[in-house]
């Protein structure tokens, strides 16, 4: 889903190179870099007089020609200007980030809250963040703004979704487009731009309070016919199992979310009610949650191997509360992966994701910026 009303004229087919350019140089000239691009130099400037205008780069200087002529102008990057936001309406938390041109994570803000919160007051909370962040309302280099939102592709188009409001509050803020998308495929593009090469099929499972799933080929997000494409969380493990709130029964979701494995513990008579307790009964080493462990793991190999048939992927990715937690349900997933895939399909790395909680926020703002190998200030790489 995209909301129009963006303050920026559609970027110039070959800004990606300048800003290449630009982001491997110290201030270069115009001419130099018309020599690196092999453009030409009136390719370059009309590329560069909008960038200069929105306040993406600046003048950082002139190079003396002793008296002849004007000085040349030396421009480079303002890795300072935010170019773009990505806020994360996950399950259980509120989470933005703003970027500069190059993807650098210029500031980050987080806060939780319980997951039956209204969408009234998550709404509330991305405002109140907004201010602590000291985001002004006036920034010419801001080229648009992510939303990612929790639930399943029909459920983001709906005319009447609760994070409408939302997406008018900001554009009439920030003058801004605004685009909505799964925040799962947003950690997705996040994780798989943060690995060191893009030119591959990854899949990604992100175990929170709730699972989703998200493939990205070649650094573009699949978005599949309808926008189902790798929602993994919504695959039956168990038959008949538990409720899933997607109205279905069994789901992924019902065995390896956080929620669902505090449930499973609070079953077997251990008084668990939060990810702290859970990740300090682990560290505990007695093996009291060995029972809900395994059965995430089953549930969560089962899901692979059918995934893994239908995607063929080249790297899984595996984040959430119980993989931050060590080891020990990776390993059990390996194993059970390995044995299940049989010996006539092809091993595929599987591994944990790169990046922290932030990766929603980050997928959200990355598609309004150009994201680029490390310049060592950023965080998705």
């Known amino acids: 889903m995209s909301t129009t009303g963006s303050n920026h004229d559609p970027a110039h087919p070959r800004e990606a190179e300048v800003i290449e350019a630009l ?3 110290r201030p270069i000239t115009r001419a130099a870099i018309a020599e690196a691009t092999g453009l030409s130099r009136t390719t370059v400037s009309a590329v560069i007089a909008p960038l200069l205008e929105e306040g993406t780069v600046v003048v950082a200087g002139h190079e003396d020609h002793s008296g002849r002529g004007r000085p040349t102008e030396r421009i480079e990057i303002d ?3 935010i170019s773009a936001l990505g806020i994360d309406l996950a399950h259980g938390a509120v989470r933005i980030a703003a970027l500069n041109i190059v993807g650098d994570a210029l500031t980050t803000g ?7 919160l209204g969408w009234e007051e998550r709404l509330g909370i991305v405002r109140e963040l907004l201010e602590e962040l000291a985001l002004p309302a006036a920034m010419p280099s801001l080229r648009g703004v992510g939303l990612g939102v929790p639930g399943p592709a029909a ?5 009447d979704a609760p994070w409408q409001r939302l997406v008018d509050d900001l554009q009439g803020r920030f003058g801004a487009e605004v685009r909505v998308d ?7 593009f996040a994780e798989h731009l943060a690995a060191p090469r893009r030119d591959r099929i990854t899949l990604h499972v992100r175990c929170y309070q709730g699972v989703g799933g998200a493939v990205v080929r070649e650094a573009r997000i699949d978005r599949g016919a309808a926008g189902l494409a790798g929602e993994i969380g919504h695959l039956q493990v168990e038959f008949p199992g538990a409720p899933c ?6 789901c992924l979701e019902t065995v390896a979310s956080t929620p669902s494995v505090l449930a499973a513990c609070r079953a077997l008579g251990l008084g668990l009610h939060t990810v702290e307790q859970l990740h300090q009964e682990l560290a505990s080493g007695r093996g009291r949650v060995d029972p809900v462990l395994t059965r995430a ?3 969560l190999a089962h899901a692979l191997v059918l995934a893994v048939t239908m995607v063929d992927p080249e790297e899984i990715l595996l984040s959430g509360d119980l993989f931050d937690a060590g080891d020990a349900l990776l390993d059990r997933v390996r194993g059970l992966v390995a044995r299940e895939a049989g010996a006539r399909f092809p091993a595929v790395r599987l591994g944990p994701g790169r990046l922290s909680s932030d990766a929603g926020a980050l997928g959200a703002a990355l598609p309004f910026t150009h994201p680029r190998p490390s310049t060592g200030r950023t965080v998705i790489a």
């Not at 459920?155 to 005319?159: G, K, N, P």
Request: overall charge positive.
């Open 23 to 25: 982001r491997t140089s």
């Open 79 to 81: 890795l300072d200007a």
């Open 110 to 116: 987080s806060r939780e809250h319980p997951e039956d």
């Open 155 to 159: 459920f983001l188009h709906r005319a």
């Open 182 to 188: 799964n925040t799962t495929r947003y950690a997705a």
């Open 245 to 250: 709130r997607c109205g279905r029964r069994g």
């Open 297 to 299: 793991a089953e549930g």
